[in-house]
């Protein structure tokens, strides 16, 4: 139906998997020459890149990690509405990940986090793609036009110093780099510490 004949409507965005993407950050500090400090390893699959073993990196940079906080606590306790003063966000694991030309990240999600996210420290090419892991696989109507409550791709371009969190249960890969300059990231979990988040059923149950 042409935009110009649809209902007057409110659409809401059911249940969502909110992305949040912060604008290019100059005053990012650059962590890039302290990186080579640390042991890579493949991530072991064809045209992979490679990872740091340490998965505790933010705690080298402090000046970098006060940055990244305030980024985390505008997505959990702005966007997601988490209570400030009952619980806090702690950054359970962080890595710094090198792509060099033509290689990519295949599609994962992040186990044993309840968000995750990424920083773009050095990066020109190679699109960061998440996937709707709710699309109708057995039924695929043709569609007009795309967008937000239809699609089952979003595609985020990489530039420097942009932030992106989401949930970590959300499938995302990228596209090969095809840039002659190495594709660098760093990537962190969260976890949500503080009283047990019991589910609404279950508050006032005694633990067992």
């Known amino acids: 139906m042409p935009k110009d004949r649809l209902m007057p409507c409110e659409v809401l965005p059911l ?110 090419s190679g699109n960061l793609i998440f996937e709707n892991p709710y699309r109708h696989q057995y039924m695929e109507p043709s569609l007009r036009d795309m967008n937000l409550y239809n699609s089952t791709q979003f595609t985020l371009e990489p530039k420097n110093s942009v932030v992106c969190i989401f949930p970590a249960d959300v499938v995302h890969y990228t596209e090969p780099n095809e840039s002659d300059e190495d594709r660098i990231t760093l990537s962190f979990n969260l976890f949500v510490r503080g009283n047990p988040i019991w589910p609404p059923q279950y508050k006032g149950v005694e633990s067992q």
């Open 15 to 124: 249940f969502s998997k909110p992305l949040y993407i912060s604008e290019a950050d100059e005053k990012m500090p650059n962590i890039l020459g302290g990186i080579d400090q640390f042991t890579y390893n493949d991530y072991g699959y064809e045209r992979s890149g490679t990872r740091t073993d340490d998965q505790a990196i933010v705690h080298y940079f402090p000046a970098f990690k006060d940055w990244l906080s305030e980024h985390i606590a505008e997505y959990c306790f702005g966007l997601q509405g988490i209570d400030p003063e009952v619980h806090k966000v702690e950054i359970t694991a962080s890595w710094i990940n090198i792509y060099p030309k033509g290689c990519r990240a295949k599609p994962h999600v992040h186990n044993n986090a309840m968000y995750s996210g990424n920083v773009f420290l050095q990066c020109s």
